[in-house]
């Protein structure tokens, strides 16, 4: 089945305890993409890449970090999370390098964070 | 910001009738695109019209475009209990076009 896996979906975490959140696509997507989504606020892109070893900063890449080795994984990094990083993550990919511009995106089932 | 703006910002009608969102953004566009979520899980592509475009229509689903007014709206017609759920307009544009933005999108309730 074509779709975008996120791990873990649940996480409560303490204030500066590193962590990553990974994500995989087995559509062979070349864009992936970061969002976080806050009540409010809608979804806010984190980060991007548009292909392996190509990754630029979204909308709030403040305190977040990526990398993009494989083609099919994309994991955020929080470095030193703090409870203003408490959100609903969600993971992205679609078909082609130049983004989701004209193209639908596949989205994973997201990952609640929460950091006391 | 670029984001998108829905309205209203909730909707509760009675199942069977007519369903209409509105999406308004600030600058020229590429594309619009809706999508929708059912609570707390990921978002699925709905539909997607080009700036080129004036009309899409995808099943019980009709999207318009007005470029000159910078809006969008999404009709879902005979609602169903089934159709609860947020929608969101996504728009990307001709500087930046590896991002979407977002709007904060229109909680609908179908009450059976």
């Known amino acids: 089945e074509a779709q975008v896996t996120q791990n873990p979906r649940y996480l409560i975490t303490v204030t500066g305890k590193k962590l990553t959140v990974t994500c995989s696509q087995n559509m062979n997507h070349e864009y992936m993409s970061w969002y976080r989504q806050d009540p409010g606020l809608g979804l806010r892109q984190i980060y991007y890449?548009?292909?392996?070893?190509?990754?630029d900063k979204g909308d709030v890449p403040e305190g977040y970090k990526v990398s993009r080795k494989e083609k099919r994984n994309f994991p955020l990094i929080l470095e030193s999370p703090s409870p203003n990083q408490t959100s609903l993550y969600f993971c992205?990919?679609?078909?082609?390098?130049?983004?989701?511009?004209?193209?639908?995106?596949?989205f994973g089932p997201g990952t609640r964070l929460t950091v006391l | 910001s670029q984001q998108g703006e829905e309205d209203p910002q909730a909707l509760s009608i009675q199942e069977g009738e007519n369903a209409t969102m509105n999406c308004s953004y600030k600058t020229s566009i590429n594309n619009l695109q809706w999508y929708r979520q059912n609570s707390g899980r990921g978002l699925v592509h709905l539909i997607l019209?080009?700036?080129?475009?004036r009309e899409k229509h995808s099943g019980r689903l009709r999207v318009t475009l007005d470029t000159s007014k910078k809006s969008s709206s999404l009709l879902i017609t005979a609602s169903r209990a089934a159709d609860t759920a947020s929608y969101f307009c996504?728009?990307?544009?001709?500087?930046?076009?590896?991002?979407?933005?977002f709007g904060t999108g229109t909680r609908l309730t179908v009450i059976p």
């Open positions: 890449s548009m292909n392996v070893e190509v990754t």
């Open positions: 019209i080009r700036s080129n475009e």
């Open positions: 992205a990919s679609s078909p082609i390098s130049g983004g989701p511009s004209g193209h639908e995106q596949f």
């Open positions: 996504a728009t990307d544009f001709p500087t930046g076009a590896n991002n979407l933005f």
